[in-house]
């Protein structure tokens, strides 16, 4: 009889043929045995012995050939992933949430949560799955939060997320960026995880993201830099003055960005007059965010 263990090395040298990283290639049979099952790790392990069922090993074989053959990511297959602590559900065109998306997310609400006036609004832009903002939402219960997203497909996904994780202060909206958001609607805090590859970058991408995810979410012109130099100009219009995130050195806005931006959009917010601009890199020690406070003085005048 087998373990869970060499059920897990079987199906990681299967995977290997596809993906290069052993580690991944491990990570990937536990997703698949857990969305199998319906255990967790913990459960499985628990095991002396493990077996699937005719059925189960038909999806299996199915989900792995789907990866190999026709370079589908596992998500989609999958329907799901794990987003702070939330289920995100995921299908194709929409970009899949990323780990590195949801660590500075997770520390983003962490951040909120020293509020004493919790009752903020948010905007999150390209919000795709919606997963940036109903993380948000969930950790901070009395805040408003919206999310755009130029993709109608996104929106429609990001309403199913909401319902999905029963989460009831998000409300979601086809926009161009700010295209669609009515100019009186003010916002304490702005968040985007926007288009940001260059179509360089993008053609040496995996085929698995250049195949089956939305080119739209993920290319930008101007080396990546179009539509981040429209939310750091356009969000000087929609960020009211909030006294308690001045005070508790709290940024207004927040980007993602790629690994080699962050001199490039720093740079790009200074020159729009945002002040205390900072780069923050992942766990990977990678440049990721660039966030930055709103220049009260500045806006007045326009």
Not at 163 to 183: E, R
Not at 187 to 204: A, C, G, M, R, T
Not at 282 to 292: Q, T
Request: aromatic share 6%.
């Amino acid at each position: 009889m087998k373990t869970v263990t060499t059920t897990i090395t079987d199906i990681a040298n299967k995977l290997h043929t596809r993906y290069q990283d052993p580690i991944l290639c491990q990570q990937y049979a536990w997703w698949m045995l857990e969305a199998l099952t319906g255990k967790t790790i913990a459960h499985l392990l628990a095991q002396k012995t493990f077996t699937l069922n005719s059925a189960q090993q038909q999806t299996l074989q199915l989900w792995i050939d789907q990866q190999i053959k026709r370079h589908i990511p596992l998500q989609y297959l999958l329907g799901n992933v794990p987003f702070a602590d939330l289920e995100i559900l995921v299908e194709p065109p929409t970009l899949i949430p990323r780990p590195e998306t949801e660590e500075w997310a997770i520390k983003l609400a962490e951040q909120l949560n020293r509020l004493t006036n919790k009752k903020i609004a948010i905007l999150d832009i390209a919000t795709g799955s919606g997963c940036i903002a109903l993380a948000l939402a969930k950790q901070l219960p009395h805040a408003t939060v919206w999310g755009s997203d130029i993709s109608e497909k996104a929106i429609v996904l990001a309403k199913k997320n909401a319902q999905h994780n029963t989460i009831t202060n998000a409300s979601f909206l086809v926009s161009d960026i700010f295209g669609n958001i009515p100019l009186q609607v003010q916002f304490d805090i702005i968040v985007s995880n926007p288009p940001y590859i260059s179509l360089e970058e993008w053609k040496q991408l995996d085929t698995s993201v250049t195949t089956w995810e939305d080119k739209n979410a993920l290319v930008a012109n101007n080396d990546g830099l179009k539509i981040i130099e429209s939310i750091i100009s356009g969000a000087l219009h929609y960020i009211k003055k909030n006294t308690e995130f001045e005070q508790k050195n709290i940024p207004q806005l927040i980007i993602e960005i790629g690994y080699r931006q962050g001199k490039s959009v720093k740079k790009l917010m200074e020159q729009y007059g945002y002040t205390n601009v900072v780069i923050h890199k992942d766990l990977e020690k990678k440049d990721r965010v660039v966030s930055g406070s709103i220049p009260h003085v500045a806006k007045e005048k326009q």
